[in-house]
T-cell receptor, first 112, second 113 residues
Framework: QKEVEQDPGPLSVPEGAIVSLNCTYS??????FMWYRQYSRKGPELLMYTYSSGNKEDGRFTAQVDKSSKYISLFIRDSQPSDSATYLCAMSDQAAGNKLTFGGGTRVLVKP | KAGVTQTPRYLIKTRGQQVTLSCSPISGHRSVSWYQQTPGQGLQFLFEYFSETQRNKGNFPGRFSGRQFSNSRSEMNVSTLELGDSALYLCASSPRAGGETQYFGPGTRLLVL
């Protein structure tokens, strides 16, 4: 079993809908949680960074971390066709330095 | 600030050859990490360098190696290439070591024939 599990999708939503993405993990030492967006044939782009549990909001994006359940979420409000991409969750722990462990990514398609 | 740059962007090699990839981090960033991305395995950590020292290494064979220079630029080398080494190689930079946000470059796409 992988350390970080993420539904591969694809997740298809109409424009304007809320996109809901999530990851589960098994390593309780993870403290830092990130969401990246990756367009085809490009490098991942950092969207959200959260330390420990709680919520964080940035524009249309909201990230939630529930360490007790080992579950993290990303919500995208008012989705746009330009949000169509693969979304990757990533996490790390202090002892591992900057080593990130990634989920497999969820492909999202926002239809006009 | 300029982002992370990687060269070359595309590369075609044959089995048995070796390859060197280069990464220039964001100005002022001292940590550089390397990842391999394939459709089957996703993004996997190769190694991290901070102040010219390897701090962490992933589960890859010794054919994969790297180094970091005093200006924080980094190179990774893959010797005796195998077909399975075909992948997108991504470099990420971070200001410091440990739990920091990391910013990725565009990657080098390597095809081994």
């Amino acid at each position: 079993q992988k350390e970080v599990e993420q539904d591969p999708g694809p997740l298809s939503v109409p424009e304007g809908a809320i996109v809901s993405l999530n990851c589960t993990y098994s390593n309780s030492a993870f403290q830092y949680f990130m969401w990246y967006r990756q367009y085809s044939r490009k490098g991942p782009e950092l969207l959200m960074y959260t330390y420990s549990s709680g919520n964080k909001e940035d524009g249309r994006f909201t990230a939630q971390v529930d360490k007790s359940s080992k579950y993290i979420s990303l919500f995208i409000r008012d989705s746009q066709p330009s949000d169509s991409a693969t979304y990757l969750c990533a996490m790390s722990d202090q002892a591992a330095g900057n080593k990130l462990t990634f989920g497999g990514g969820t492909r999202v398609l926002v239809k006009p | 600030k300029a982002g992370v740059t990687q060269t070359p962007r595309y590369l075609i090699k044959t089995r048995g050859q070796q390859v060197t990839l280069s990464c220039s981090p964001i100005s002022g960033h001292r940590s550089v990490s390397w990842y391999q991305q394939t459709p089957g395995q996703g993004l996997q950590f190769l190694f991290e360098y901070f102040s010219e020292t390897q701090r962490n290494k992933g589960n890859f064979p010794g054919r994969f190696s790297g180094r970091q220079f005093s200006n924080s630029r980094s190179e990774m080398n893959v010797s005796t290439l195998e077909l399975g080494d075909s992948a997108l190689y991504l470099c990420a930079s971070s200001p410091r070591a440990g739990g920091e946000t990391q910013y990725f470059g565009p990657g080098t796409r390597l095809l081994v024939l």
